[in-house]
């Protein structure tokens, strides 16, 4: 997707946008017509017979589809595999670079996912558990490259140094502690954390330039990090399976019903001539649709997607491609959220490599719609609500007012206060170089837990079915950059006793060589991991040595509590 195609999606200069009355009025407006809308407009249709079968169909044309497809084509090559995606392109949402953060997802960087309990200390296992997912990425992606799967590596992944830079006393002492609490994992090496302003402009010149002399200022930078392109992957992937694999663009799925012999039988409609129908009969199902994918679960009629609600959120960004501003920034920086504010919603000044250019991307800033996808209906809310989610929906609307009072100051906001916004962190930013950009939606799970009700969840989930014909992946960030890792679980789940076997413990191996090990727990296995990977996918920054690491450093005996906090992820 050219950046040209979404220029109609920048907001006027002096555009209020939506207003807080519209935004609550058009939530309250969506509620009413929830229940009414699902019962007109239920059921499904039902062909009389497939047109062929096929061992696994794939819903959905993005990163998480074809990363399973293709981890399937190896572990079982006599398989056979069709794709059904309703746009004309496969990696037109999420997966789309334009239309997601591309942050290399690794923890090195995201605050919030080292949080600091009532006693001080920060906790550091959510940050752990993230980036040893990205080491499995890292080793999955060069084994593709290795395959010839995967072309070039500088057009999906590049060396992009990681940083963070805040202001004022208590969040250097915050930042302190994170640092000083990261040194007992070898996965965080090699981070450095300086208060020298001066240093600071070495590392990223113009968010230094004009900013007042006396201002504190602190920032980290670790060397590891990396800018991904999911939309390269993710067509690189599809142009592989589509040697042996029928890919259906341009066709969305309104059927999926059960056959007597366990199958499913899945129907999708042209969308340019909905009078051609294409019918299969397939042993598994697995639903990457990414927003879509909820409404999609609850077509199959399991069990299991009775306990799922979703909650939409978008982002945009302020962009530019002046080669005169990104020349002069080689980093993702990231700050710390405003008080108040979803600790998802820190903003970052990110480099990014998109169709072959470098741009800077600053946000985000939250966007609210009725949409599933960027290309959905505004229906979508209508029709993924069902009696078993209207109550944990509207339970998480009450208790988590502080997110629809964020979300409705965000859509208040004018370009002009989202320039200013950058100014904080760019201080001579000018208006003319920057431009507003609607990126992806993401459908955040709200699940019905027992004795809780409904409860807004971060992260991503794989549901799974009782008979284990059905899997899909709900949920949103930390999402594409960890896909290999979260395609690897989906398959312990769906196929326990293949995944155990010696067949598939072997090719396993082969593309994840650290399966079934936590390099945390192995710095030497890490500096392996990371020498190879680095070589094969030509990072260009060096990694690190182990030198920093300090064992059993970040060991608390009574570690406090973490204050819970309303989150989005955007």
Same mark, same amino acid.
């Not at 200022?217 to 590891?224: C, K």
């Not at 709900?474 to 979260?486: N, R, V």
């Given at each position: 997707?050219? =950046? ?12 209020? &946008? ?46 998480? %589809? ?68 990205? =080491? ?85 930078? %670790? ?67 990414? &927003? ?5 679960? =609850? ?109 409705? =100051? ?70 594409? %950059? ?89």
């Amino acid at each position: 997707m050219s =950046q040209a195609a979404n220029n109609n999606a920048a907001a006027p200069a002096g555009s209020k &946008g939506v207003s807080r009355r519209k935004f609550i009025g058009a939530v309250v407006g969506a509620a009413a017509v929830w229940g009414g809308y699902s019962v007109f407009f239920g059921g499904q249709f039902r062909a009389d017979k497939a047109d062929r079968k096929v061992d696994v169909l794939l819903i959905g044309g993005g990163i998480m %589809s074809a990363t399973l497809g293709v981890y399937l084509t190896e572990l079982e090559p006599s398989w056979t595999f069709e794709v059904f995606e309703r746009l004309d392109k496969v990696a037109e949402e999420s997966s789309n670079g334009w239309n997601n953060a591309g942050t290399g997802h690794s923890a090195l960087c995201e605050l919030n996912y080292t949080p600091m309990d009532d006693k001080g200390v920060v906790h550091i296992n959510q940050a752990i558990g993230i980036n040893e997912n990205f =080491q499995i990425s890292r080793q999955f992606w060069s084994h593709q490259v290795r395959k010839g799967v995967l072309g070039n590596p500088r057009e999906f992944i590049n060396s992009t140094p990681h940083m963070n830079l805040v202001f004022g006393p208590e969040n250097r002492e915050f930042i302190r502690k994170r640092v000083a609490a990261l040194k007992a994992s070898p996965l965080f090496a090699g981070m450095e954390m300086t208060t020298d302003p001066a240093k600071i402009k070495e590392w990223i010149p113009i968010m230094m330039e004009g900013r007042k002399p006396d201002e504190m200022v602190t920032a980290t930078r %670790s060397p590891l990090g990396t800018d991904v392109n999911l939309g390269a992957i993710t067509r690189q992937f599809y142009q592989h399976l589509s040697q042996k694999s029928k890919i259906s663009t341009g066709h969305e799925v309104r059927s999926i019903t059960r056959n007597d012999d366990g199958s499913w039988r899945v129907s999708a409609f042209d969308i340019k001539d909905k009078s051609k129908v294409q019918t299969i009969d397939a042993g598994h199902i697995f639903i990457g649709a990414g &927003g879509a994918a909820l409404p999609l679960l =609850q077509l199959s009629g399991i069990h299991e997607a009775k306990q799922y609600g979703g909650f939409p959120v978008g982002g945009e960004f302020l962009v530019t491609d002046n080669p005169a501003i990104t020349s002069r920034h080689l980093a993702k920086v990231y700050g710390l959220a405003d008080t108040g504010s979803p600790p998802m919603s820190v903003p970052h000044l990110d480099t990014r490599v998109l169709d072959g250019k470098t741009v800077l991307l600053f946000g985000p800033f939250a966007t609210w719609s009725t949409k599933f996808l960027k290309n959905g209906s505004y229906f979508d809310i209508a029709k993924a609500t069902t009696p078993s989610n209207i109550i944990p929906q509207l339970q998480v609307g009450a208790h988590e007012f502080a997110l629809v009072k964020y979300l409705a =100051q965000q859509l208040e906001l004018s370009k002009e206060e989202k320039m200013a916004a950058l100014r904080h962190y760019m201080p001579e930013a000018k208006d003319e170089d920057w431009r507003l950009w609607q990126a992806g939606q993401r459908v955040q799970i709200i699940k019905n837990i027992p004795d809780q009700g409904g409860v807004l969840k971060l992260g991503t989930e794989v549901v799974v079915s009782e008979d284990r014909s059905v899997s899909a992946l709900l949920g949103a960030s930390p999402g594409g %950059s960890t896909s290999p890792a979260i395609m690897l679980s989906l398959l312990e789940k769906v196929f326990p006793d293949r995944v155990k076997s010696d067949a598939w413990q072997a090719k396993i191996h082969e593309i994840v060589p650290s399966y079934g090990k936590k390099l945390n727990e192995n710095p030497q296995l890490l500096a392996t991991t990371w020498a190879a990977t680095a070589e094969t996918l030509q990072l260009t920054i060096a990694s690190p040595s182990l030198e920093t690491f300090v064992p059993g450093s970040a060991a608390v005996e009574q570690p406090g509590q973490v204050k819970k906090v309303p989150d989005i992820a955007l």
